[in-house]
């Protein structure tokens, strides 16, 4: 497949989820969000908000709440549903119907707004969704079910799953699990497949910046050439960088600093080596995590994801983002 460039998108909001819980800050600026958008987008791009809903049971009232607020404030193009509440390790099973119902109510009530709809967000990561036992037919039953239900409604969204790199952190034969549990119907149900992975973020030493491009290359020939692979999943299905991101402020673990400055460096390095292997690993997407710090006066990393400072201030990396927008995106 020719691409001619990168499909980019943002999480545009602030909270950002952690093992622990959520990070958060200052309340998220809907008017402020929009106006930041169409200066990134500007006049010829496109720029894809990407947004989350988590589901459990009792909160789905909640999350019909806000993707109403995500609606009216025009923020709702990429969503992913999320499956369980990672934090809560004395869940009950998933009650299956009521997944797959709410799945339904998502498309039904929004999808004439929704460019993709993704399935679950990491759920091969071992302390995120991947701790719940039923998430691998959560998956695929809610991947099956979300094409069917916009095959039916004659909607145009393309319909995907979340994953994370393989690490110690991650769930074993995740990517053999698939293959073995999915079948034809899922396959030919899954539209993209997308990748949350964060270089120089979480290793206990930084990474020089040389060897960056290397990192970012291995991640996803990895999972092309190996895990894809492996689910039967065919190289006609494209990649979409889900999560990336290259957070400022502090490591809580080894102490070291994050300062602005690197941040765009890294992000240009990372979104430029993504478009020279666009093409050969089949990459359509790149979605930046995230526009805005959850709260920069706290220097732990998952406070400051953004490319902007809380207050909406640019940090130098909204320039560089903005830049590759214009030069590499479509």
């Known amino acids: 497949m020719a691409l001619s460039g990168l499909t980019f998108g943002i999480y545009p909001l602030s909270a950002a989820g952690t093992p622990f819980g959520l990070a958060v800050g200052p309340e998220d600026n809907y008017e402020k969000i929009q106006l930041v958008l169409r200066d990134l987008r500007g006049d010829s791009k ?179 050439e190996k895990d894809l692979a492996e689910a039967g999943i065919p190289a006609s299905v494209p990649i979409r960088i889900t999560e990336n991101g290259w957070p400022t402020g502090k490591n809580p673990i080894t102490n070291i600093e994050r300062p602005y400055e690197h941040q765009t460096k890294v992000l240009e390095t990372v979104v430029q080596t993504i478009y020279d292997l666009r093409q050969e690993l089949n990459i359509s997407h790149f979605e930046l995590f995230g526009l805005r710090d959850a709260d920069s006066s706290k220097d732990d990393l998952f406070h400051q994801y953004g490319i902007m400072r809380d207050d909406y201030t640019p940090k130098p990396a909204y320039y560089t983002f903005k830049k590759l927008i214009q030069e590499l995106g479509i």
Not at 68 to 84: P, V
Not at 200 to 220: A, K, R, W
């Open 46 to 224: 496109k720029l894809f908000p990407r947004n989350y809903l988590i589901y459990t049971k009792e909160w789905e009232a909640k999350m019909l709440s806000n993707a109403d607020g995500y609606l009216k404030a025009g923020l709702l193009g990429d969503l992913t549903i999320g499956c369980g509440d990672w934090t809560n390790h004395q869940e009950a099973g998933i009650e299956l119907d009521n997944w797959l119902g709410f799945i339904r109510k998502v498309i039904n009530r929004y999808g004439s707004h929704l460019a993709s709809l993704q399935i679950t967000n990491e759920p091969n990561l071992s302390f995120m969704e991947g701790s719940k036992p039923y998430i691998m037919q959560a998956l695929i039953e809610g991947v099956i079910t979300a094409k069917k239900e916009t095959q039916k409604s004659g909607l145009p969204i393309k319909i995907g799953f979340g994953s994370v790199p393989e690490s110690p952190a991650a769930v074993p034969h995740f990517w053999e699990n698939i293959s073995k549990a999915g079948g034809k119907t899922f396959i030919d149900s899954v539209d993209f497949v997308g990748h949350n992975f964060y270089v120089d973020v979480f290793e206990e030493q930084p990474l020089d910046l040389s060897d960056i491009p290397v990192s970012v290359e291995h991640t996803l020939r990895s999972l092309r």
